[in-house]
């Protein structure tokens, strides 16, 4: 009979559905349970992650829809603080992450995110919050309607840029395939920093490749 250790090696390593066939009756709704408590549990944590996310995101919007109210000195030190929280939040994330590969491929696109905030290679906290949840069909969206609103004189062309460039970064980063014209423009237009956590994100996939990018950005963040 298999012991309760042993199931739960077998869950880990997503085996339940080809050894479930050898367990007894009781067993079986053991195994049952357990994965879909550790589902639940999983989902209930991802929720939890992007609510601070959100919350995070929020901070940096309203601080840019305050800029003008501002001095340069207390928008840098706000921007700062809030950075500084990112770097936080990265760390805890980096932990409940670590030797979990289920929440690795659930949290990795946050985590990306979060570095490309911290690093500064996206400054636009709505397409922070569409890249951390993996929705590229929202990114297009706003994609679209930038379009319209830069042909109309309602956005401002550097804006404009700048964004588009964050988005199809994401978009890319989410393994959707961008038009030759969109891939020229981000050649032409990507930012020194961009261009960097484009290189070093460059073929991420596995858990220690991400972690170590979430290390990195700590680390730089508060030298």
Known sequence: MATLAQLCNFLNFGLVFVYIRRLLPWESELVFRMASRGKSETGK????MEEQLDRLMQQLQDLEECREE??????????KETLEQLSEFNESLKKVMSGNMTLVDELGGMQLAIQAAISQAFKTPE?????????????RTRLAEMDRDVMVGKLPRDQYTQQKVEILTALRKLG??????DEAFL???????????EKVTANLG???KIL????????????
């Open 176 to 181: 959707e395939k961008l038009t030759a014209e």
């Open 212 to 223: 170590a990018l979430a290390s990195s950005g700590v680390e730089k963040t508060q030298a």
């Open 206 to 208: 596995s858990e220690d």
């Open 187 to 197: 050649a032409a237009n990507a930012s020194t920093t961009l261009s960097q956590f």
């Open 45 to 48: 944590l991802k929720q939890n």
């Open 70 to 79: 501002l001095d340069d000195e207390e928008y840098e030190e706000t921007k």
């Open 127 to 139: 397409v922070i919050r569409l890249f951390a949840k993996k929705q590229p069909g929202q990114l």
